[in-house]
């Protein structure tokens, strides 16, 4: 069997191409490179002993797309491709639109004009809304998002599940992931994120690592339990696992919702000292003004995917944070 994996060079992409390969499924990627090293696949044939088909192009050149469906006999495509920076998505909405809505509109003609009709989409709990009340559940409906971003995660459910719904050949499965952190055990691939980083767990690592001064913690005067906002982390190597099993367990025609995530809960802080304490690692902070669209807590109910997918996260906070700080000291500077 074989997998295109789009934007499979970037963070979740590359962990997702190695338990690909560890389950002898083979791969060609296209990517971009827009926001990924192609250093990271280069890591991952090193790690499988496997090799990657690699395709530099992006999702929205339709004929690149073509070109890959005729030479590679593909069964089903994982799409990761897409840009994710929620600031930046505001103040470059049409960016996002492009790369997020137009790309995957291209890629499912492409699939279909080379009767290709299993996709994987990555989505994000951001759908759920500002208004929706934790833990999320699948059957809740997708709410009101509050950037580009969001809004661009959103429309491709909807057009995709349009897509499903016009066509039983099509099989859909959108995955909705929580926050994922960490990186593989042997510290070879990780998060390697350009500038400043966006994201808690990138920033904490660079702090520990020498690289930024001290973390701005955003807000402690929310409603939880400590006063930092809460989020559902989880592994990326078990969020890249869950590709693997959604693969194998949603052959079936139409669209299939799934969360990824633990089903806990951590707040700020909580990360911050279990980065100190299992890393033996100083992270300074200091305590600094709301960011604006910030939710106070949300996570998972995650039973669909166990039920369905036979899917649950296996590691804890300590292997994130632990495998998060090897990955960041054997490679102060990312792929460079
Ligand atoms: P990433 O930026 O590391 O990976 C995305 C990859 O897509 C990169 O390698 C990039 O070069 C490539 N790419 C971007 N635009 C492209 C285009 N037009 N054509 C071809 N390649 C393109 O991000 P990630 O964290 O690995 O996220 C993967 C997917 O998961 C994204 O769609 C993201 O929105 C989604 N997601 C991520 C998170 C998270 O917290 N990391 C949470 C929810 C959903
Ligand atoms: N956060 C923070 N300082 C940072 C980055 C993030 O305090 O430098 C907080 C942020 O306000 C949020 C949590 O950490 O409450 C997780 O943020 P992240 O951007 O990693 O994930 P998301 O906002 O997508 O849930």
């Known amino acids: 069997m074989k997998v295109l994996v789009t934007g499979g060079a970037g963070y979740i992409g590359s962990h997702t191409v190695l338990e690909l390969l560890n389950q002898d499924i083979d791969v060609v990627v296209v990517d971009n490179l827009v926001n990924a090293n192609v250093e990271s696949l280069k890591r991952v044939e090193q790690l499988t002993g496997k090799p990657v088909d690699f395709v530099q192009a992006d999702v929205r050149d339709s004929r690149a797309l073509d070109a890959v469906f005729a030479e590679h006999s593909i069964s089903a495509v994982i799409h990761f491709a897409g840009l994710k920076a929620v600031g930046e998505s505001v103040a470059k909405p049409l960016d996002y639109y492009s790369a997020n809505v137009y790309g995957s509109t291209v890629l499912a003609q492409a699939m279909a004009a080379a009767g290709v009709h299993r996709m994987i989409f990555s989505s994000s709990a951001t759908v759920y809304g500002e208004g929706a009340q934790a833990p999320y559940v699948e059957t809740m409906p997708r709410g009101v998002t509050s950037n580009p971003y969001g809004t661009s995660k959103a429309m491709v459910e909807q057009v995709l599940t349009d897509v499903a719904n016009a066509d039983p050949a099509w099989s859909v499965v959108l995955l909705r992931y929580f926050n994922p952190i960490g ?86 802080k909580q990360m911050v000292h279990a980065f100190e304490r299992v890393n033996n690692v100083q992270i300074p902070y200091t305590i600094a003004p709301r960011r604006a669209g910030d939710l106070a807590a949300f996570w998972a109910n995650a039973d669909k995917a166990a039920t369905e997918l036979d899917w649950r996260a296996e590691k804890d906070l300590a292997d994130m944070v632990r495998d998060t700080w090897r990955w960041q000291q054997q490679n102060p500077n990312g792929y460079i």
């Open 183 to 268: 990186a593989h055990e042997s510290g070879q691939i990780g998060e390697d994120p350009q500038g400043i980083p966006n994201n808690l767990m990138p920033f904490i690592a660079q702090v520990a690592v020498g690289r930024r001064e001290q973390l701005s913690i955003f807000g402690d005067d929310y409603d939880t339990a400590d006063g930092t906002c809460e989020r559902d982390y989880l592994h990326v190597v078990d969020l890249a696992k869950g590709h693997v099993k959604a693969l194998q367990a949603t052959t079936h025609s139409g669209t299939h919702v799934y969360n990824l995530g633990t089903g806990t809960a951590t707040s700020v």
